[in-house]
């Protein structure tokens, strides 16, 4: 049902129960104002818990999840597709566009004649064509969304993790939107920190940190760049911590079985500053964005 909001210049206006906890802007005096309540926690069942085990549904083409209570009610279904009859074909069209462009060049620099200007001619072209088939690239595959329904992907919409760029090279930014497409937060991480320990960052609509996860330990991190998971034995645990004061909030752990299994426990946020839909949208990135 509606918010009444009122505003110190005494406007009182309504507002959907979904921008609880938000600022929204008083139309009268162009004001901030807050909403009264909790950030949307009241309005969905997944809200209402702590400890979320994700589930990954594997033999499907889609990563899939299916978000469960501790005690293993099914609270959310969440679907990222894969596009792969849109992509696939992007991919060869990026492949096949740079080895054109590289032959191509390639081919007027042996024309002229002389190995020193072949093998320039052969280096532009190699450039030309890796960036043309990225481009091309680009242009053609689709993003790659993520959708949380309550319950089943027939159920209603609960959040959406939207991809920003098509290709990524040095950061991969996404914002995480309500059902009513209201911006919750923004997910960001940083391609060459990953190289030695990954860290997804949250900014809140603000634009201010407000959580980080982070791999449980650096040298547990370089270790399994080195030697990988050790058949579980070093699986990639994070830690979910308040940026503000380093404080850990929560931790996404991989349970020791042969599919893809998680725990988001988030008790050590008992005021829940974190919206749940943020903290598991941070939980499904953490697992389909590092492709684990």
């Keep these: 049902m509606p918010i009444t909001v009122r505003c110190l210049c005494g406007h009182a206006h309504d507002v959907p129960d979904d921008e609880a906890g938000a600022t929204v802007t008083c139309p009268r005096c162009r004001a901030p104002v807050r909403v009264p309540g909790v950030p949307g926690q009241d309005q969905e069942p997944v809200l209402a818990h702590d400890v979320f085990l ?20 099914p609270l959310l279904f969440v679907r990222r597709p894969a596009h792969l009859g849109r992509n696939v074909p992007a991919t060869l069209a990026g492949v096949l566009a740079g080895f054109v462009t590289f032959g191509f060049i390639r081919g007027v620099g042996n024309s002229l004649g002389g190995p020193a200007v072949e093998a320039a001619f052969a280096l532009v072209g190699l450039l030309a064509g890796a960036v043309l088939g990225v481009a091309v690239y680009a242009q053609l595959c689709a993003k790659r969304h993520v959708t949380a329904f309550r319950r089943d992907e027939r159920g209603p919409k609960v959040f959406e993790v939207l991809q920003l760029e098509r290709v990524a090279f040095l950061q991969s930014n996404f914002t995480v939107t309500s059902a009513t497409g209201r911006l919750l937060a923004t997910l960001r991480v940083n391609h060459l920190t990953r190289l030695f320990r990954t860290e997804w960052n949250a900014y809140g609509p603000d634009g201010k940190p407000i959580a980080r996860a982070i791999e449980d330990a650096l040298w547990r991190a370089l270790l399994r760049r080195l030697v990988g998971p050790l058949l579980g034995a070093l699986r990639t645990n994070y830690l979910i911590e308040d940026p503000r004061s380093g404080t850990p909030i929560g931790t996404f752990e991989r349970r020791l079985t042969i599919l893809d299994r998680y725990v988001l426990d988030m008790r050590g946020d008992p005021e829940r500053k974190l919206d749940r839909r943020v903290a598991v949208a941070l939980g499904v990135m953490l697992d389909t964005g590092e492709r684990r």
């Design 54 to 73: 994700l589930a990954q549904r594997h033999l499907a083409i889609d990563a899939k999840y299916v978000v469960a209570s501790p005690d293993g009610e």
